[in-house]
């Protein structure tokens, strides 16, 4: 069974501190990972994938296979980051069923 | 490209009341789902489908049942709604690989009353 954790239901920051977003998977297999962002009502967007290794909006996510860990990282919070976080994995082999954490609702302060 | 549509975007219902939510997608994509989103819960997903004809069950798919008749529509069916299916349901499609990720829709608003 697959599973993804996000340990932080909420996250406060002011501008310009450094962000870090938490996630946790458990899966046997190689895992495809993403993170999604959605913002206030609106539909979820893909930020990033873990295969493409690339950076958004100064967001960057690493895959840890050692810690199971695909954190989401930006140096300096802008107030446009604040928004729902979503964490996801899709598993290889051809499953293309995702699960998504719980989410982390990111707030950044001016 | 209107990529993922949900309709309707917000509907009341009241308790007992049939209703069906339609997903259509403009991508081609093989790979259809269903997601309720809720408060702490994160997104649970009800129902899905990996090709025209076909559906499967997701995590919390009682009182729901789908079809997907058309390799571009997936509909969401509610026979008999309960305030507990108050939620926001979101489809999304993908084409079965990981590069393109999975397109939501924006999303449809239901309160039971």
């Known amino acids: ?110 | 490209n209107a990529g993922v549509t949900q309709t309707p975007k917000f509907r009341v219902l009241k308790t007992g009341q049939s209703m069906t939510l339609l997903c259509a997608q403009d991508m081609n994509h093989e790979y259809m789902y269903w997601y309720r989103q809720d408060p702490g819960m994160g997104l649970r997903l009800i129902h899905y489908s990996v090709g025209e004809g076909t559906t499967a069950k997701g995590e919390v798919p009682d009182g729901y049942n789908v079809s997907r008749l058309k390799k571009q529509n997936f509909l969401l069916g509610l026979e008999s709604a309960a305030p507990s299916q108050t939620s926001v349901y979101f489809c999304a499609s993908s084409n079965g690989g990981t590069l393109g990720g999975y397109t939501f829709g924006s999303g449809t608003r239901l309160t039971v009353v």
């Open chain 1, 1 to 110: 069974a697959q599973r993804v954790t996000q340990p932080e239901k909420l996250l406060s920051v002011f501008k310009g501190a450094p962000v870090e977003l938490k996630c946790n998977y458990s899966y046997s297999g190689s895992p495809e990972l993403f993170w999604y962002v959605q913002y206030s009502r609106q539909r979820l967007q893909l930020l990033l994938r873990h295969i493409s290794r690339e950076s958004i909006k100064g967001f960057t996510a690493d895959l840890n296979k050692g810690e199971t860990s695909f954190h989401l990282k930006k140096p300096f919070a802008q107030e446009e980051d604040s928004a729902m976080y979503y964490c996801a994995l899709s598993g290889s082999g051809g499953s293309y069923i995702p699960t998504f954490g719980r989410g982390t609702s990111l707030i950044v302060h001016p």
